[in-house]
């Protein structure tokens, strides 16, 4: 028995999904990417997101490791969501390995003085997870927003 012909080839259409830009930016102090800094110094980072495709962005999850020899801030890990409706959870994991991302927890809460740090500070937290359910646009003006925090260099 002869099954037939195939249908004919089948088309993907790459314009309809999402593509989610992110970028990585240490703003202040303003010279902290050009200029050696010193112990003790606040660094502040930003990560703004872009959504530039074809559709919105389901779960959006932005996660970021504190840069080693430096210590995070407590209560500045903010979200700045913008026009686009989105809200975040801010997690933190104390057990993240960039070579095992997966195997990480996210229950952590930031303790002042935690893992020997400043107070104000934590230094057991290794990442900080911004966790969304809902949907980032494409469509411009609500389809970016950042999130950032603080950390002090050891």
């Known amino acids: 028995p002869t099954l037939g012909a195939p249908a004919g080839p089948t088309n993907i259409t790459t314009s309809s999904i999402p593509s989610v830009a992110l970028v990585k930016s240490c703003g202040t102090p303003s010279d902290c990417t050009t200029t050696p800094q010193f112990p003790g110094t606040d660094l502040t980072y930003t990560i703004t997101f872009t959504n530039s495709g074809g559709s919105g962005a389901t779960n959006l999850n932005i996660v970021d490791p504190i840069p080693d020899n430096t210590d995070f801030k407590i209560g500045t890990a903010i979200t700045n969501a913008g026009t686009t409706g989105l809200t975040f959870a801010i997690e933190y994991s ?26 104000g500070y934590d230094r057991s937290i290794k990442a900080i997870r911004w966790r969304n359910t809902s949907t980032l646009s494409n469509v411009t003006p609500n389809n970016t927003g950042s999130v950032s925090f603080i950390t002090r260099i050891r």
Do not use: E, I, K
Request: hydrophobic share 25%; no cysteine; proline share 12%.
């Open 94 to 119: 104390n057990d993240y390995s960039a070579s095992s991302p997966g195997t990480a927890t996210w229950t952590y809460l930031p303790v002042s003085s935690g893992g020997g740090a400043p107070a």
